[in-house]
């Protein structure tokens, strides 16, 4: 899989003056079915969070408020994406290397995931990941 894959995807968006609403179907508006849902917040000024890859995992990364960036790696290249708006999602793709940094100050970031929690499904160290992409 390469960055090239992980796009933002434009969520729907109703727009009322009562205030904004937005919806997520599995399957339809994502491309996985979401097993799992979990969520960063109280996170401290200067941390960073990610710092690994998934070998099956495929993501919908959400800010849903504040932001923070994301920087995703195939082994080959790297692109920053900066997240703020709750009617974006960034999906992530299996094996991606991706770091969470630069949060603001109250962010809250969204991830749906396409499974359950499975450590055996993560690469935590960078090397270990080069070599699974064939690069080392
Ligand atoms: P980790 O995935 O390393 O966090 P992040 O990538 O967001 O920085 O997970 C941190 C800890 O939380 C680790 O001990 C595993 C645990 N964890 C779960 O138990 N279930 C989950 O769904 C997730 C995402 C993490």
Known sequence: MNIELCKIIDLPKIQDARGNLTFIEGGGHIPFDIQRVYYLYD???GAERGGHA???LSQLIIAMSGSFD???DDGWNKKRVHLNRS???L???PMIWRELD???SGS??????????DEDDYYRDYQEFLIAKGFV
């Open 91 to 93: 999906y992530v793709t």
């Open 102 to 104: 630069n949060f603001s």
């Open 87 to 89: 009617y974006n999602g």
């Open 108 to 117: 809250v970031c969204m991830v749906l995931a396409s499974n359950r929690y």
């Open 70 to 72: 994301i920087v995703l």
């Open 43 to 45: 996170v401290p000024g």
């Open 54 to 56: 998934h070998k099956g």
